[in-house]
């Protein structure tokens, strides 16, 4: 980007600093929270790799510079009043200087302490806590509880529902009703973190799948498509190489265990054109 990018519209403080809240652009984590002046703004829009002020180091730093942990700019955004950055960036690395992936991991109690638990449900989204609660129920098998059910039932019986609840979501469709489709694409997500739960394959190896794929051509050309591994792509849409998908669900494993509040199963509301039960053979429960 050209070094005259306008930042007339950023109103910096006194000390010429503006904060700025750096946020994954695949799941919408906060990675962390930093400050910019103009030079930091600038050197980041031309060069594409987050840079911030340090006010205790009083200088320019490129995040990772010293790492390799780096932020790839994504997109930027300002706040309605003019006086907050956000840097939706894809990061190379764990941001945080601990080795985790994101600086806030430590939650606070009700009494303002914050807690030794090392606990990342500060990021991503009710995808990440939707998973976090079926990897649970697959450690603790708690009875009474409907993942539990279907990890009893072994991998067939979590492929089958994946089965039913994807024809459930085509007749929804046909069906043309909001609401219906809205539930049972709920349902076959639902399964579907149960199956990568079942090989505890984590929702951001998703997210990063399909990241890898965004924007790319639908038409596989020359060796750049070749050592990218991709396959048919239009928007985010397509596949990728066996090799490249086995690398990211091999980095993808972690075995973190963190508190999980109730998460309630798939349960067919009252009106609906048929129950879930009526689909269980009258299996009920909480997830």
């Known amino acids: 980007m050209s070094s005259k990018f306008d930042v007339t519209s950023i109103a910096f403080d006194e000390r010429g600093l503006v904060p700025a809240v750096v946020q994954d652009w695949r799941d919408g984590s906060v990675l962390m929270v930093a400050w910019m002046n103009r030079e930091a703004l600038t050197k980041t829009m031309e060069t594409g790799s987050v840079h911030f002020f340090s006010r205790s180091r009083n200088r320019l730093w490129e995040k990772g510079e010293t790492s390799g942990n780096r932020l790839v700019l994504k997109e930027l ?18 941001t945080c200087h601990t080795g985790r992936r994101a600086c806030f991991f430590r939650p606070l109690g009700a009494d303002g302490t914050p807690s030794d638990t090392d606990a990342e449900r500060s990021g991503g989204g009710v995808l990440e806590r939707v998973y976090e609660i079926v990897l649970d129920r697959k450690r603790r098998q708690p009875a009474g509880s409907y993942v539990t059910s279907l990890f009893e039932a072994g991998q067939d019986k979590i492929l089958k529902k994946i089965a039913e609840e994807a024809g459930e979501v085509i007749l929804a469709s046909k069906g043309g009703k909001r609401e219906e489709i809205v539930y049972e694409v709920a349902d076959l997500l639902f399964h579907t973190l149960t199956a990568l739960g079942y090989h505890e394959i984590r929702p951001e190896a998703i997210y990063a799948e399909l990241a890898s794929r965004y924007g790319t051509s639908g038409v596989r050309k020359g060796e750049a498509a070749k050592r990218r591994g991709e396959g048919k792509m239009s928007g985010t849409q397509g596949g990728a190489s066996s090799d490249q998908r086995q690398r990211k669900d091999r980095r993808a494993r972690t075995d973190r265990r963190v508190g999980l509040s109730g998460y309630r199963g798939p349960e067919r509301r009252k009106g609906s054109r048929r129950t879930k039960a009526d689909r269980r053979g009258g299996e009920r429960g909480n997830a």
């Open 77 to 94: 955004f300002l706040d309605c009043d003019g006086d907050t950055l956000l840097v939706k960036v894809e990061p190379v690395g764990p």
